[in-house]
């Protein structure tokens, strides 16, 4: 642990085109011969073209111009350690000849291609039976979204699918799922419930979601979403009422026996769904418990959901295609990141959400696909491609939002979603000389996506990429 502290952090000044000073060098040298104690490593990624490290200061979010300007290395390598952690990145040859010497479980020569950060999806509802392609066919005939909802269907027709599958159909779909994600560059991921209402179903989804938690590779935050919907033939006063006082305080005891691990709280806070109030009220009993906040408002109507986050500390919320310019400031101000979901806005024809706004106004800008029956996409680089034409993002700042600052949304950037010493070592092994290729080529990252790798393990390895 004092040894990766001691580990080399390359200094600000090292952006791409700029070479290292002799004195960088010399200081790189200095660190890395002092903690020589283990000279036996994972994984050596060597010479790749482009490295982009995303932030290289520690930053736990980038906003505003730091989100316009990423930090990348040229021709550059990186060292990861036995604990999956990364130790060193940085020019090529000064990693070769401060490791001369060391021994690696694999090394892979990345000589012409870019190494990105492992993509983080900061919102999805991946665990789900019964596919809604039916109701796809109707919304573009010319329903809306709350439309189909009102009339029984949306979250209404996954839930009666999702209370009679059984955990191991739920597993055996999510496995799946979550397979595609990991092959389209995304290494963490937001999972939420939602598809219950009712303490059982709810808690059988949190299960399915913990068990692959523990058994995949694919890193998980895991959300209880129980104020998804109102239940069919419930008052939202009833329904809050039981989430408060039924449903948390069964999942808080089976956190406390070590049986769960759930990490965020939602909830739909939506004209027709859960008002302001009893959004208060549901948030405030899992903030209570010790999650953390992170909801969908602002989605269909202004709600002054922002506000209401903000007041509250939230970490995120989600959606906010309806949100105001109030609603912004209070986000800048109090710190809680905005999730923005292009492919919602996209699939139901909604108003943009207003991402320019939010990045001048100095909100943490993050992303999500929002995987879920009524937006079927897994792939992380096509919402960067949506962000960026339909949102006008610049593909720094998607990436940035896809990131360090989604890894924010979750809690977890301290830990993820950048290329930084002592940070998990999650990337992806980009067969283009150009990390932005991933972006610009709409749906061409299964070509691209040579390598996906996970606290220093190879997870996925493509041998279809072409050099593009
Ligand atoms: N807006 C609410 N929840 C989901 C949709 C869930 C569903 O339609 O099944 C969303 O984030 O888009
Ligand atoms: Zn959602």
């Known amino acids: 642990m ?6 080399p952090v390359i200094p600000k000044s090292f952006t791409v085109h700029q070479k290292p000073s002799t004195a960088t060098l010399a200081y790189f040298v200095r660190k890395v011969t002092f903690v020589k104690m283990s000279n036996s490593f994972r994984l050596y990624v060597k010479n790749a073209k482009q490295v982009v490290l995303v932030c ?8 505003q111009e730091a989100m316009k300007k990423l930090s990348v290395i040229e021709n550059c390598s990186l060292i990861i350690g036995k604990d999956g952690m990364l ?7 000064s990693i070769e000849s401060q490791f001369k010497g060391a021994t690696f479980d694999k090394v892979i020569n990345a000589a012409g291609m870019c ?9 999805t509802h991946p665990v789900w039976a019964g596919d809604r392609v039916h109701e796809f066919a109707m919304k573009l005939a010319g329903a809306t979204y709350m439309e189909v909802h009102e009339a029984g269907g949306g979250i209404h027709f996954t839930v009666e699918h999702t209370r009679q599958a059984s955990k191991d159909q739920l597993l055996s779909s999510l496995t799946q799922r979550l397979t595609r994600m990991l092959r389209s560059g995304t290494t963490l991921v937001e999972c939420k419930s939602g598809y219950g209402l009712e303490l059982d179903t709810e808690l059988k989804m949190l299960m399915v979601i913990e068990t692959a938690r523990r058994n995949l590779d694919i890193g998980i935050s895991s959300t209880y979403c129980g104020a998804h919907a109102v239940p069919k033939g419930k008052m939202v006063s009833e329904a809050t009422e039981d989430i408060i006082k039924v449903q948390l305080p069964k999942l808080k005891e089976k956190m406390a026996q070590g049986q769960l691990k759930v990490d965020n709280i939602d909830v739909f806070c939506e004209k027709g769904v859960f008002d302001l109030d009893s959004t208060r009220a549901i948030l405030q009993a899992g903030k209570d418990m010790g999650l953390q906040i992170n909801f969908h408002g602002d989605e269909l109507n202004p709600m002054n959901a922002a506000q209401l986050g903000a007041e509250l500390g939230a970490l995120a919320i989600s959606h906010l295609e309806e949100v ?12 809680t990141s905005a999730v923005l979901l292009p492919t919602t806005a996209y699939i139901l024809r909604l108003p943009q959400p207003r991402a320019r706004d939010m990045l001048d106004g100095g909100v943490i800008v993050a992303l999500g696909s929002d995987f879920n029956p009524n937006a079927y996409c897994c792939s992380m680089p096509m919402v960067m491609h949506l962000a960026c ?3 006008r993002m610049t593909m720094n700042e998607a990436l940035a939002a896809a990131t360090i600052n989604a890894a924010y949304a979750l809690g977890l950037s301290h830990s993820h979603g950048s290329l930084e010493v002592g940070k998990q070592a999650d990337l992806l092994i980009i067969n283009s000389s150009r990390w932005e290729h991933l972006i610009y080529q709409f749906g061409g990252h299964q070509e691209l996506i040579k390598y996906v790798i996970i606290k220093g393990n190879i997870v996925y390895e493509n041998d279809k990429t072409m050099d593009y």
């Open 56 to 63: 290289n200061n520690g930053e736990r979010f980038l906003t």
């Open 324 to 335: 105001t310019n109030e609603g912004i400031a209070a986000m800048a101000k109090a710190k």
């Open 2 to 7: 004092i040894a990766q502290k001691l580990l």
């Open 115 to 123: 190494v990105i950060p492992g993509l983080i999806d900061a919102h």
């Open 87 to 93: 130790k060193a990145v940085g020019p090529a040859d």
């Open 389 to 391: 034409v339909n949102m």
